[in-house]
């Protein structure tokens, strides 16, 4: 049968079939000494032992860099080398006719060729390639749209862990004695669980100790595998100042917990088959108290869930995240904290404001005018105003005036610039350029309800950017 006698039946929807080969014992062929070539040859390196390189010339660099580990030749490609049965063939010359009689040679003998920048001479393509040990993920738009191969790859990425090797290692080194301890109708379970488990994420995290002590305890216990609870950052609204780590977290997940501050372009990130729970901590809206907090997710976790507490901008930063990790850490469970952007710098970046501007500020602060039911906290604000650094109020909307008040009996200029950002990073930012005196009056008459943080000190006269308060109107409010 010829290939003209190939009738086709059926039109398939995939224009390339994904498969991975083994070259283990099996040659590669590549033609050509170039740059392009070169970069073929480093690819293929890395799953192949036995790469023949034709059509080299003396001192290439293909000679230069690979000479020492693979077979070069001095001489093109010819119908004999075949025999040694090739697995595939890449070919990447300049000159035409090199170019075409390889390919003639490896397509009369049936070999897989690829020719780089000629998709019509393809038999197949490589797809963008994304590795972790053994684990191997290829990207191919059919070579339509290499671009969107090499984005969608740089997407993807961004997802994996970069230690997901080292997982993949350690589950597979395990699995003789998983095999051994656990009955076959719980195994597909156990791995399951495995692969969810803290022990999996000491993995990701370098901690083998941990890791191999948990693997230890989890085979010689026939209890369940503990389930895992991260306490994230989700930054001040924008979701991509989400760390890789938050969202690789938060699209394994299988309950969230989350509070008003985490927007709701952040929360579509999480995984669509995660349980998300409203845990509130609005001022006036605690819809579950901060141990109710701590309780739900050491029983989530107990129930072996993966457990995501999503926290706007950075948890350890006026978030609370300190007392539910004790909480956790005190019903004997370990939690991972991953930080987050925090509304100070996150906020401050939007509004071009450096918080930091040699010649201007050397130092910042960053403090709270809200400290929970207790009332105001104790700050000596005498101190603060001292220091003419820069300083950031969380939670400051509607103790403005205190803190202007306060400020200004501590000795800090009734004119010093203020930049008041509200709903930083997000769509609805808005930016209230001031002074430490106007501040509350012009905070009252732009509406100014926050969230929102007080840039006080001269960097503040930096501000600029989307939804800046232009400063006729600002006028015509405060008039
Ligand atoms: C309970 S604190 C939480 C702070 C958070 N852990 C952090 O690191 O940003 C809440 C305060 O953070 C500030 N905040 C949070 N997100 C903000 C945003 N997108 N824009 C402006 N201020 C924000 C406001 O001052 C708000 O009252």
Known sequence: MSPDDIVILKRAPMRYFPAFFNFANRPVFVVGDGELAARKIRLLAKASPLINIFSVSEGSLVEQEFGADYVCFRRDLRKADLEFHPGLIFIAVEDEKILKDAV?????????????????????????????????????????????????????????????GELVSFVKDRRPRIADRIALRDRRGFYERLLSSPISEAVLDGDMKSAEAGFEAALDADTPLPGSIHIVGAGPGDPELLTLKALRVMQEADVVLFDNLVSDAVL????????????????????????????????????????VRLKGGDPFIFGRGGEELD???????????????????????????????????????????????????????????????????????????????????????ASTPVAVIEKGTTDEQRILKTTLSAMPGDMLAANITG?????????????????LIQLSQQTELAA
């Open 327 to 413: 909480q956790i850490k005190a019903a004997g469970l370990a939690a991972n904290v991953v930080p987050g952007i925090t509304a100070a710098t996150g906020c401050a970046s939007s509004a071009s404001v450096p918080l930091t501007h040699r010649g201007v500020s050397q130092a910042v602060s960053f403090v709270t005018a809200y400290a929970g039911e207790g009332g105001a906290p104790d700050i000596d604000w005498q101190a603060l105003a001292r220091l003419r650094h820069t300083l950031v109020v969380y939670m400051g909307v509607s103790r403005a005036g205190e803190v202007s008040a306060n400020m200004i009996a501590g000795g800090r200029a």
């Open 268 to 307: 579509d990130l999480v995984r669509r088959d995660a349980e998300r729970v409203y845990v509130g901590k609005r001022r006036a809206d605690h819809s579950m108290s901060q141990s109710e907090i701590g309780e739900r997710m050491i029983s989530l976790a107990k129930e072996g869930k993966r457990v």
């Open 451 to 467: 969230p929102a943080v007080l840039i006080i000190g001269e960097v503040a006269d930096f501000a600029d950017g989307a939804g």
């Open 104 to 164: 003639a040679l490896a397509k009369r003998a049936r070999i897989p060729v690829n020719v780089v920048d000629r998709p019509e001479l393809c038999d197949f393509v490589v797809p963008s390639i994304i590795e972790r040990g053994d684990v191997a993920i290829g990207i191919s738009t059919g070579g339509a749209a290499p671009v969107l191969s090499r984005r969608l790859r740089e997407k993807i990425e961004s997802l994996l862990p970069a230690r997901l």
